[in-house]
């Protein structure tokens, strides 16, 4: 139920913009956030969400002035533009649709999940 396209491999302050489509019904009680795993087998990290209900966005301190976060509900499409990219963004990022109040890993509509690498 969420498609996510965009990704691949750029040099270190170079931009990129993730999108996930969405094919499933929604509720303002809900968010959509973007999550990455740096490390196979790591836990995966909230990069930026937003709420359905108002549209108030949240950022991870290591992105916040670099990465935005925004949909488009005629579209469908939840995005993340990422600008002037670091090394330390290499991971594999995941769009994901949850319960506001309700953790993401156990109640989550994930998507599968596009490889950004970023080399110096």
């Known amino acids: 139920q969420l498609a996510q396209s965009g990704g691949g491999s750029v040099q270190t302050e170079e931009s990129l913009r993730l999108s996930c489509v969405w094919s499933?019904?929604?509720?303002?009680?809900?968010?959509m956030g973007w999550f990455r795993r740096q490390t196979p087998g790591k836990e995966r990290e909230r990069v930026a969400?937003?709420?359905?209900?108002?549209?108030?966005?949240d950022y991870a301190d290591s992105v916040k002035d670099r990465f935005t976060i925004s949909l488009d509900n005629a579209k469908n499409t939840l995005y993340l533009q990422m600008n002037n990219l670091k090394p330390e963004d290499t991971a594999m990022y995941y769009c994901?649709?949850?319960?506001?109040?309700?953790?993401?890993?156990?109640?989550?509509?994930w998507g599968r999940g596009t490889q950004v690498t970023v080399s110096s």
């Open positions: 994901a649709y949850y319960p506001t109040l309700a953790d993401p890993e156990d109640f989550g509509d």
């Open positions: 499933r019904s929604t509720h303002i009680s809900d968010s």
């Open positions: 969400s937003i709420d359905l209900d108002g549209g108030a966005t």
